[in-house]
């Protein structure tokens, strides 16, 4: 099914809003890594969700969307763990050696 014009600009602003909300966790994530943070997860799921979010804007597919929501919970997630540390799992092994 081909969208409508009113269809399409909608599909393009959430598009544009998720990629704004995956640039700013992206930042978050830059962050954390040059504070000497290991942030390989949150990395790895955060270059997974770019083409979803194609996808979704090319299709307007729900099912998408809801994808991504979960991938952008499971980014936040492993944000939160990697800010708190748990279990010294997220520090750079560099820094874990010169202990």
Not at 27 to 53: C, M, N
């Amino acid at each position: 099914m081909i969208p409508n014009k009113e269809e399409r600009h909608k599909l393009d602003e959430e598009a544009r809003q998720l990629r704004s909300e995956l640039e700013s966790m992206k930042k978050e994530i830059s962050d954390l890594r040059k504070g000497g943070h290991y942030t390989r997860f949150a990395e790895q799921l955060a270059t997974s969700v770019w083409p979803k979010i194609r996808m979704y804007n090319a299709t307007g597919d729900k099912g998408d969307h809801e994808k991504i929501r979960a991938i952008f919970q499971d980014i936040k997630d492993e944000i939160e763990k990697t800010k708190r540390n748990d279990n010294d799992v997220y520090w750079k092994k560099e820094q874990d050696n010169s202990l």
